[in-house]
């Protein structure tokens, strides 16, 4: 080994050490109903506690028997979220720091048993079927599609992909157009992750596009279909295999900081270096409730307008 290649890597094995912290956390609270299955759902949740009732109300309604359920809080506890998995027999994690990729890999660890793992923010309004198509197809996809696959995603429909797949389904292009402007797949500082007003229209407000539930029911038609995701994947709900996370040396954590959407860059980028292609199932749409800038206007709107998220 040469000289220059030894202080390479003695520089790469001391930045690795100074800024990188173990994967998992033993500082944390659980509450262990695992049933052992092969299959698990993560739901990360602790801030957004006003969307809990529907949000759970769905989860409960729409979960496989067969799945182990986990609700996991990054640097908060809460006794209501205590409750809502004691209600359901489901399992409840909440770790001490606040760094969602620690939280996500410690739950991970928790269920050796599971082999596909499905994860979901609080945020988002799941739909009859919408898990199961998922991880029937990611299982499917893996064996016949053409790509090696890191990921499957729904259709979401306030997402900076999927909102188009959308617009085109109900032949809503236009009228989108005229309020916010050309639709592209590209979400970043659109309308579409910035504008409350773009978020109410993918839910339905002035009725150009279907309800949530009555827009899944016009995908479940399209059973099998999906596409490659070209640009970047906002993770609001996906699924991906133990070995998958496995392989990308489980979600990155560095120290002091929360590494909020790391996971989303990680996996982002195992789609194009390692080649794991990011599927949109387009079989079925799940809802989400809107990004940072959107929040406040859409927690008013989802006040006001209960029957898009009953």
């Known amino acids: 080994m040469s000289l220059k290649t030894s202080v390479q890597n003695g520089l790469d094995n001391f930045f690795h050490f100074a800024f990188r912290s173990n994967p998992t956390t033993k500082n944390f609270q659980f509450k262990n109903r695992a049933k052992n299955s092969d299959k698990l759902l993560l739901i990360l949740a602790g801030y957004k506690e006003h969307l809990w009732n529907d949000v759970f109300e769905r989860i409960q309604k729409f979960t496989p ?23 359901n027999n489901w399992s409840y994690l909440s770790c001490k720091r606040n760094n969602i990729n620690l939280t996500q890999n410690t739950a991970i660890d928790l269920f050796p048993k599971a082999k596909v793992i499905v994860k979901m923010d609080e945020d988002i309004f799941l739909t009859d079927g919408a898990i ?12 016949d599609s053409d790509y090696k696959v890191g990921v499957v995603s729904p259709l979401i429909n306030v997402n900076g992909y999927a909102y188009l797949k959308v617009l085109k389904k109900f032949n809503a292009v236009d009228e989108y157009a005229k309020r916010f402007g050309q639709p592209r797949y590209y979400g970043r ?26 827009m ?15 640009v970047r994947l906002s993770i609001g709900c996906f699924v991906m295999s133990r070995d998958y996370w496995n392989e990308m040396g489980m979600f990155p954590v560095h120290r002091l900081c929360s590494d909020f959407a790391r996971d989303e860059e ?23 409730l809107g990004f940072g800038n959107q929040t406040k206007e859409m927690m008013q709107f989802y006040d006001d307008h209960q029957e898009y998220f009953k």
């Not at 996996?267 to 079925?284: F, H, K």
Request: glycine share 4%; charged share 30%.
């Open 65 to 87: 028997e067969d799945f182990d359920v986990c609700i996991i809080s990054s640097g908060v506890y809460s006794d209501r979220l205590d409750e809502i998995a004691t209600e």
């Open 132 to 143: 199961e198509k998922m991880v029937k197809h990611y299982n499917q996809w893996q064996k």
């Open 189 to 214: 500082f659109q309308p579409i992750e910035e504008s409350a007003e773009a978020a109410k229209f993918m839910w339905g407000a002035e009725d150009i596009l279907p309800k949530l539930d009555e």
């Open 216 to 230: 899944n029911l016009e995908f479940n038609k399209d059973e099998g279909k999906y596409s490659a995701i070209p």
């Open 266 to 288: 990680t996996i982002n980028q195992n789609a194009t270096i390692l080649s794991e292609a990011m599927i949109m199932d387009e079989s079925t749409i799940v809802g989400h």
